[in-house]
């Protein structure tokens, strides 16, 4: 068994998965998934220690922090597949081991690194500073039946939108273009997706064909961890805007409240295989942000798994106030209490992961899967729904936005089919008793981030 250390793990981490063969091991970084007592750990924990050793304790952040957890809490058996090591990574997973460790074709990982373009041409293209009609003379706007909520901006925001988190590439320009012919107006992008260029694309076509025009979209990007900095935030949002193909966002996110250090890895890690934190204020961030609404680069700003208390923090000093908090929200985990307090706040709460992201690489086989649910599945029956469509209704009827992620053009239709039923008053309650207090993303491996949100109750 040849276990990749960590450099290597970096050097490779933009290689789709697709090009390593044999029999593959994905273990998780300690506490880095489900803190759920109701995920179990499992006996593999033992068996797979060494790995998390080998590793270091691959938790926390490097000068600050030392690991909650010492085990990895489970491991998990994959097949190759087109995700990249870095989303994995991102999300929490760190793959291990080939067990034949050869590659059939022979080849060498750094001959398949794909060249990466040249941002700085693009770079200087981009700030068209103007609002931009993008759109040709003959589009004619198309009525689309999606609700709308009014944000403390004055902009308007669909409340339904397409997620593009783990959608590789090659699939998801096809599955935006698809989603744009359907109707979807709303796009939830972020540099760390490392899929923006191809949205990109989809974006340009679809309004060279007048599917849609430029002023109907609403696209949302997201500022990453590593340049949480002031002096980096313009750049990082030019850099959105450029792989997007647009001259202005409708909304960008701080993506989350912990800073990483600055560099070319998404995911910086120490030579322990910790991930290198910053003391970067995240109230600092915002005040950046602030600066992205003055140069008309984003119309709206707002914040991305964010605590009470640190929403308290922003709201203190912000010129410009936070339009949304962009949140885990599923009925397992029904977010009651944040939404409450956003609802007083004039903030609204994107539900990301509606469905429970029954496919996120930690997913476990025997965890409870929202749509698999016995009274998600009655409802859907008796409404003549899928469990999906009833997961994405809830939340519209709740007041929140919702972004579920799709590239099979089947589930990208019928996921938008959910504006012309309701979900009686029983119910949506029967809906609300189902909270489980389950988080299906929560990064617990930073949990001793200063930062690290989840900490607190709400
Ligand atoms: N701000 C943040 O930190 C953050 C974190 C997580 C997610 N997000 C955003 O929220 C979006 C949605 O969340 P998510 O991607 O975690 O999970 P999700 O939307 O809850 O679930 C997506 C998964 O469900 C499958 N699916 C979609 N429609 C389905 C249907 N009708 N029936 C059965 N399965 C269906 C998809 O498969 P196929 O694609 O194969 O059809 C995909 O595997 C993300 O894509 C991202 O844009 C943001």
Avoid at 12 to 27: A, D, N
Avoid at 161 to 182: M, N, Q, R, Y
Avoid at 315 to 342: D, G, S, T
Wanted: contains cysteine; hydrophobic residues 35%.
């Amino acid at each position: 068994m040849k276990i990749f250390n960590i450099n290597l793990l970096k050097l490779i981490s933009k290689i789709p998965f697709r090009q390593y063969s044999g029999e593959y091991r994905i273990y998780h970084f300690p506490g880095f998934a489900n803190t759920s007592n109701k995920d179990n750990v499992g006996e593999k924990k033992q068996k797979k220690l060494h790995i998390s050793k080998t590793l270091g304790a691959a938790s926390g952040i490097s000068d600050t922090l030392t690991a909650q957890n010492s085990a990895p809490e489970h491991a998990i058996k994959s097949s190759p597949t087109k995700k990249s090591f870095t989303n994995l990574l991102l999300e929490g997973t760190t793959v291990v081991t080939n067990t034949n460790s050869k590659s059939p074709s022979g080849e060498c990982a750094e001959k398949k690194v794909e060249k990466k373009p040249d941002k700085s041409k693009c770079l200087r293209a981009v700030p068209r500073l103007k609002w931009v009609n993008e759109l040709p003379e003959d589009c004619r706007a198309k009525k689309t039946d999606i609700p709308t909520v009014k944000l403390r901006d004055g902009y308007v925001m669909p409340m339904f939108g397409l997620g593009t988190w783990l959608s590789p590439s090659a699939k998801v320009e096809k599955a935006v273009k698809h989603a744009l012919k359907v109707g979807y107006r709303m796009i939830d992008c972020a540099h760390a997706y490392e899929n923006e260029e191809a949205v990109g694309k989809a974006i340009k076509k679809s309004i060279e064909k007048c599917i849609v025009k430029r002023d109907e979209l609403f696209i949302t990007s997201k500022l990453w961890n590593t340049f949480h900095d002031p002096h980096l935030v313009m750049s990082a949002c030019r850099q959105s805007l450029c792989d997007l193909n647009l001259s202005y966002l409708n909304l960008y996110l701080i993506h989350w409240p912990m800073g990483y250090r600055a560099g070319d890895e998404l995911i910086p890690y120490d030579a322990c295989g910790r991930v290198i934190g910053t003391r970067v204020d995240y109230v600092e961030t915002w005040k950046a942000m602030e600066e992205l609404v003055a140069r008309r680069l984003t119309r709206s700003i707002g914040l991305a798994n964010f605590n009470k208390h640190q929403i308290e923090r922003i709201w203190k000093i912000a010129k410009i106030k936070p339009v949304v908090n962009q949140v885990e929200c599923h009925p397992y985990f029904n977010q009651k209490r944040l939404m409450a307090y956003l609802k007083k706040k004039g903030i609204v709460l994107i539900a990301y992961s509606p469905l429970g992201a029954p496919a996120r690489p930690w997913v476990k086989k025997d965890e409870p899967n929202v749509l698999h649910d016995n009274l998600i599945k009655t409802i859907a029956f008796n409404t003549g729904r899928t469990p999906a469509q009833i997961c994405i209704r809830y939340q519209i009827q709740r007041g929140n936005a919702v972004i579920p992620k799709s590239v099979t053009p089947s589930r990208i239709e019928s996921n938008f089919d959910v504006t012309n039923f309701e979900l009686s008053d029983e119910e949506m309650k029967i809906i609300d008793k189902l909270d489980k207090k389950i988080r299906r993303v929560s990064l617990s491996m930073l949990a001793n981030h200063p930062h690290y949100p989840f900490n607190d109750k709400f």
